[in-house]
């Protein structure tokens, strides 16, 4: 799939979002402030939360799909994992204030209306996150966009946060009005978790972090399966943005011709930019047996070993 139509389909799912969520704020929002339910009110302010970073995710993320330019030779894949720890931070920062909200209201009772109308409220959000989820989810499965990634898991989260918001409103109908800020705390709570979860996430993406054993053992199976390669030596493998970066050594035979061996290094870096994590590879291809690499635990994986 080309980058533009990455770009629609990236776009469609955003708009989705923010509608997503603007039509939540309103109906929680208003039934919450009619029947002064602290558990809807946290979860409408949530929405506010969510609608904030998929507006910026709309406006800022697509820039992820822009290719190199002058200013930025290596291209704008870095822009997505920004994008996200903007989203993580700002959920994390309203589920604070919430939990203040919520203490507030434990400490100073002040149970809402019993009306059926906050059920509906509810169940009307709930449906509404789902549907959002499960768009996002399916437009997300052939891009892989970290920024559409944490709106998914912030709809999903938002129908967690909705029915632990229903099991305040259930405490009102039955007598213990106590459960609405409860249920108000919790879902700040996982508001908090949901916001710091996804900023760690994606900040290994933005500083450049290692890549895991796993793929790196993946990569130097990859380079070794090739036939004339002899030694694979000083791998390094880091993030560049969402996607893994290979910089390595090789060791070839060194009285092969220079076009065989311009075609094998070709071959290498094909074979690893076709790894599903992998988005760009540097080969440097060696004389085998002369021992030129660094000093590192792993420095080198010898055919057969």
């Known amino acids: 799939m080309d980058g533009d139509s990455n770009r629609r389909r990236f776009a469609r799912a955003s708009w989705a979002n923010v509608l997503g969520n603007a039509v939540k704020i309103v109906v929680e929002g ?36 822009d290719g190199p330019d002058d200013s930025h030779p290596h291209g704008h894949e870095r822009i997505e994992p920004l994008t996200a720890i903007f989203v993580g931070a700002v959920i994390a920062l309203l589920g604070l204030l919430l939990l203040s909200e919520s203490v507030q209201g434990l400490l100073e009772p002040d149970p809402p209306a019993a009306r059926l109308l906050l059920f509906g409220a509810l169940a009307f959000a709930i449906a509404d996150m789902y549907l959002v989820y499960r768009y996002t989810e399916y437009v997300n499965a052939d891009i892989g966009s970290t920024a559409l990634a944490a709106l998914a898991v912030d709809c999903l989260n938002d129908i967690y946060t909705s029915i632990a918001a229903l099991v305040g409103v259930i405490g ?74 290979v910089e390595v050594h090789v060791e070839v035979d060194g009285n092969m011709p220079f076009r065989e061996a311009h075609d094998i290094e070709s071959s290498l870096v094909d074979d690893l930019r076709d790894l599903e994590d992998v988005g760009d590879a540097h080969v440097h291809l060696d004389p085998s047996g002369i021992g030129e690499w660094k000093d590192q635990p792993d420095r080198w994986y010898a055919n057969g070993n």
């Open 30 to 65: 208003a039934a919450g402030l009619a029947f002064g339910s602290v558990a809807l009110i946290a979860d409408a302010a949530h929405s506010v939360a969510d609608l904030v970073a998929s507006v910026v995710v709309l406006v800022w993320g697509r820039t992820a799909f």
């Open 172 to 245: 009102v109908f039955f007598g213990a009005p106590i459960l609405d800020p409860l249920a108000g705390a919790l879902v700040s709570v996982l508001v908090i978790s949901q916001g710091v979860s996804i900023g760690r996430e994606n900040l290994d993406y933005l500083v450049g972090a290692a890549a895991t054993p796993t793929q790196r053992t993946q990569i130097a199976d990859t380079l070794r399966a090739h036939p004339d390669v002899e030694g694979v030596h000083d791998l390094t493998v880091y993030y560049d943005g969402t996607v893994l970066e």
